[in-house]
């Protein structure tokens, strides 16, 4: 953003939340981790652990069933506002996930959101 200044391109940020798409589901993210795990050696899946893996995705479905957002509209709405206003604002935050998560990161130094 700030680099771009000096070639007198303003750059809005569009923070949002978590939204699942309808094209993107559950099952493909699955088999995307379960093809990853058995690429692994056998001694970097003895470390982990099959236990690990089915409660990673366990984690993941309850994340994505609790979190989720299917509404995208309001990602929309910010993009609209920063393509067509007469002063578009540096940052958007679209979601409460956005709100509620990114706001303190978006914020922090890199060194600390990076370890976060």
Aim: charged residues 30%; glycine residues 4%.
């Amino acid at each position: 953003r700030i680099e771009m200044r000096h070639f007198g391109v303003k750059v809005s940020i569009v923070e949002h939340g978590f939204f699942k798409a309808e094209e993107v589901n559950s099952d493909i993210i699955e088999k995307y981790l379960f093809k990853l795990w058995n690429r692994l050696t056998p001694e970097i899946r003895d470390s982990y652990g099959e236990k690990y893996l089915v409660e990673y995705i366990k984690a993941q479905r309850s994340s994505v069933k609790r979190l989720c957002d299917y509404d995208i509209s309001n990602v929309i709405k910010c993009m609209e506002h920063a393509l067509i206003a007469k002063y578009p604002r540096t940052r958007y935050r679209a979601g409460w996930h956005a709100k509620f998560f990114w706001l303190f990161l978006s914020y922090a130094p890199s060194c600390l959101s990076d370890m976060l």
